[in-house]
Each structure stands twice: as structure tokens, then as C-alpha cells.
């Protein structure tokens, strides 16, 4: 990588005692020097170079140069880190000195760059800049790269997750929404041998962490459930093999709410999970399907319990992760869930889609969210 340095001087004395100390740190063939003996060509070289360093004679005309450097910010706006300045200057001001630093100066001279100890100094100081400029820069190219790879995982994580989908008992709708890139949150229902399972999981967390252990615990699900009858059975095996894969070297644990549906007979169990809220279309009614377990990933066995109850056509279970009614501090009570199902069952039978927008803007306010929201509504057929 080449350094691409910017020296405004007039004086050619001057230019060529600055790049004699540059090149005393750097070669030739890994630095490139532009020169500026003027304010105005200043800005072509900076608008057609990725400069690294400019280096410059404040004594020049102070105000005009300092003007320059505003326009010299505004052409690199889109760089994250400001252009270093190295400034050496005979006039003590308090005013440039202050705004020099305000617009990115890393260093201020007044004594004479032809002293002895100042040349020493200042070499020193140029190649301290150029270091941090190069590793401002491999910061950058970092960051991009993890956009990057964050940008697909989110495209993989939301691909992953059902939107809407039919099977042979229920139809299935589902919504996801991470607070960063990618989140914990996950959710899934599957048809085994004319059985349907669904799950719906919150690992503790966000980012890139959280969301491995979500894509880990969807794919377990989905292979355990073509081996487990009940989900009681299942979630002791998630919680043993989560446990045993990580041995307490992780503190992340989840919760994770898992039902059947076979015939007319409902069967869950959860592991520390919200409620899901049952709707019962027969008498328009709706309550939470309560089970207390403790959470995944906390103790190597656990024997959890489970319920069953019958479910009929149009019977409704909807299953949300704690985000939903954890944004605004008055609205965490998943009772307010419940109220806002028994108000609103109409749009909730004739149009999940839409209920569920209006239940994420009452809930969160259209604000910005801090934890992910995951929704999963079941409809029998």
C-alpha cells in the first residue's frame, strides 16, 4: 500500500526538507508526495488522490488555508475518518491553533523545521500519522467486510424465516424483525408424517453470535422432530445436546416455546418462553397457553413438563418473542397483548398480515427497536 502525502508550501526549500524527512521513513517506492504551493490546487490533488497525510505551512495565509481545509473535510465527507493534519506555523493564535485541531490537525508546530531537534521530531510525528491513518484504513476495510458478510447473513437469516405458508392442518404466518443486521430470534413449523410441529426461540443476545445459535437451534428442531413424539421430549434433547456442544463455556441461553398439532389435539411445552395467546373462534375467546420450564443452555438436564388441550378450525395460536412489548416501558405486560387480540380478532381471523403491522406500530411506537421481534400466528384449517 502506498502513502499518498500532501505538502502545501511555497517555499521549495521547505518542500524539499519535508520530503527528505518523509523519505527517511519511508521509500520512494511506497510513498507518493504531492505538492501545493498554492491553496486552490490543493483541492484538485485531494479530489483526485485518496490522500493520507497533508502536511502544511499555516503561515501562508491562515485564514484562507484554514477555509481550504473546511472544503477539503466537505470533499472527503465520506471518508470515516478525517484527513490527519500536520501543522507548523510561526504565529501563535489561539483561534487557528484551536480550529486547526477542530479540523483535524494531530499535531501543531511553531518552531523552525529547520532546527535540528524539530527535523527529528517531525519525521517522528509523520510516521506516527501515516500509522494511524493505515490502521484507521484497515479498520475501514474491516468494517466494510463485516457489512458485507452481515448484509448476506441477514439475506440467508430472513430467507429462512416463513413469511406465509400453508400445510396440511394450519396455515402458517409469520413476521421478523432483527434490531441489528442479524438477530437471535427465530421461529418454524414443519409437517412429519401428518403431525405438525412449530417452534418459536429468543436466544439472548444480538448479532452475529446470537444468530448462529439461532440458525443451530432451528436446525435442531427440525432434525428432532422427526425423531421425538412430544415436544416435552424434544426440548429435553435440545437442552441436553445445547449444554453438552458448549460444556459452560457460553452464557448464551434461550427460551424456545415447541407444539404439536395432531388431529384436533394441541400439545406444547416451553422452556421459560412468553405465553402464546390462544384465540378459541368457536367462543371468541382468547387466554395464554402458560408452561413453565427453565430456560436452554442452563443446567445439562432438565425434565420439562407439557399441556395439551383440542384445537378446532379456526382456532388461532399466536407466538411472539419478548421484543414485541419490550420497546416501551409501559407496554410490558403480554396481557396488553392478550386486550389487543380480544380487541382486534376480527383483523386477526380475516387478515394475520395486517394485524400483525398494527400490533408491531401499537407496541413499538414506529420507533427504532432495540430487540428482535419475532411473530408466528397458527391458524387451523
Known amino acids: 500500500m502506498r502513502n499518498n502525502i500532501l505538502i502545501i508550501e511555497s517555499s521549495n526549500k521547505k518542500i524539499d526538507l519535508l520530503k527528505n524527512l518523509i523519505y527517511r521513513e519511508f ?22 488522490y485518496y490522500i493520507d497525510l497533508i502536511i502544511i505551512n499555516l503561515s501562508l495565509n491562515s485564514e484562507k488555508i484554514l477555509e481550504t481545509l473546511i472544503k477539503i473535510n466537505n470533499l472527503t465527507s465520506d471518508r470515516q475518518f478525517k484527513i490527519p493534519l500536520l501543522i507548523y506555523n510561526g504565529l ?8 486547526s485541531f477542530e479540523l483535524g490537525a494531530i499535531d501543531y508546530f511553531f518552531d523552525k523545521l529547520e532546527s535540528e531537534d524539530i527535523s527529528y ?3 517522528l510525528k509523520i510516521k506516527n500519522s501515516l500509522k494511524i491513518c493505515n ?14 458478510q452481515l448484509k448476506l447473513a441477514n439475506i440467508l437469516q430472513k430467507s429462512l424465516m416463513i413469511n406465509k405458508k400453508v400445510l396440511p392442518s394450519i396455515e402458517v404466518f409469520g413476521r421478523y424483525i432483527p434490531s441489528t443486521e442479524i438477530g437471535g430470534d427465530s421461529y418454524d413449523a414443519i409437517d412429519t408424517d401428518g403431525k405438525t410441529w412449530f ?9 452475529a453470535s446470537a444468530a448462529m445459535v439461532s440458525f443451530m437451534v432451528k436446525a435442531l428442531f427440525n432434525q428432532l422432530a422427526n425423531i421425538h413424539k412430544t415436544p416435552k421430549t424434544l426440548l429435553n434433547e435440545i437442552n441436553r445436546t445445547y449444554y453438552k456442544m458448549f460444556e459452560n463455556k457460553s452464557d448464551i441461553i434461550f427460551s424456545i416455546f415447541v407444539g404439536t398439532i395432531y388431529k384436533n389435539k394441541l400439545t406444547y411445552s416451553s422452556a421459560g418462553h412468553p405465553y402464546p395467546i390462544f384465540y378459541n373462534s368457536q367462543d371468541k375467546t382468547t387466554y395464554f397457553l402458560d408452561n413453565n420450564n427453565i430456560l436452554i443452555g442452563i443446567v445439562p438436564h432438565s425434565n420439562f413438563s407439557q399441556k395439551s388441550q383440542m384445537i378446532s378450525k379456526g382456532d388461532i395460536i399466536y407466538l411472539y418473542t419478548d421484543g414485541l412489548y419490550e420497546q416501551i416501558p409501559e407496554m410490558r405486560d403480554i396481557n396488553l397483548i392478550n386486550n389487543y387480540i380480544k380487541l382486534n380478532h376480527k383483523l386477526l381471523i380475516n387478515s ?10 401499537e407496541f413499538t411506537n414506529n420507533e427504532e427497536i432495540e430487540d428482535d421481534i419475532a411473530i408466528l400466528a397458527l391458524k387451523k384449517k
Do not use: C, W
Request: net charge positive.
Open 135 to 148: 490502521y484507521n484504513n484497515n479498520l475501514i476495510k474491516e468494517n466494510n467486510q463485516n457489512k458485507k
Open 121 to 123: 521530531l517531525f519525521s
Open 352 to 361: 394475520p398480515d395486517i394485524f400483525t403491522n398494527n400490533i408491531i406500530k
Open 27 to 48: 521509500s520512494r517506492k511506497k510513498t507518493i508526495i504531492h505538492t501545493s504551493i498554492d491553496i486552490e490546487s490543493s483541492l484538485n490533488v485531494v479530489e483526485n
Open 92 to 99: 501563535k493564535d489561539k483561534h487557528i491553533i484551536k480550529k
Open 199 to 207: 417452534m418459536i426461540a429468543d436466544v439472548m443476545g444480538h448479532g
